[in-house]
């Protein structure tokens, strides 16, 4: 998205949405420029924050390969939420 408080909320709704992964975006810390978020982990176990990186890596690696505009409604989003489920 573009880097706009906008487009920072964009994206923090798209990762809440699909990957199931809570981040604050920097706009509601007062933050004074678009782009920072707060992730807080302090309450999961590492097996949980696993899961939860692999996701947000996933739905990065998505945004770099496609349009925005082609995520938000892509079949890729049934996929997230299996990244990171294969313990050995």
Not at 2 to 29: C, H, N, W, Y
Request: with cysteine; hydrophobic share 40%; charged share 25%.
């Amino acid at each position: 998205p573009e880097p706009t408080f906008e487009g920072e909320a964009k994206f923090a709704s798209l990762i809440q949405d699909v990957a199931r992964i809570v981040m604050t975006p920097g706009q509601s810390q007062h933050d004074c420029k678009p782009g920072m978020f707060r992730l807080c982990y302090a309450w999961v176990s590492s097996d949980v924050l696993e899961i939860a990186m692999e996701r947000l890596s996933y739905v990065v690696l998505q945004i770099r390969r496609n349009r925005w505009d082609d995520l938000l409604r892509g079949s890729w989003r049934n996929e997230v939420t299996k990244c990171g489920t294969n313990f050995s």
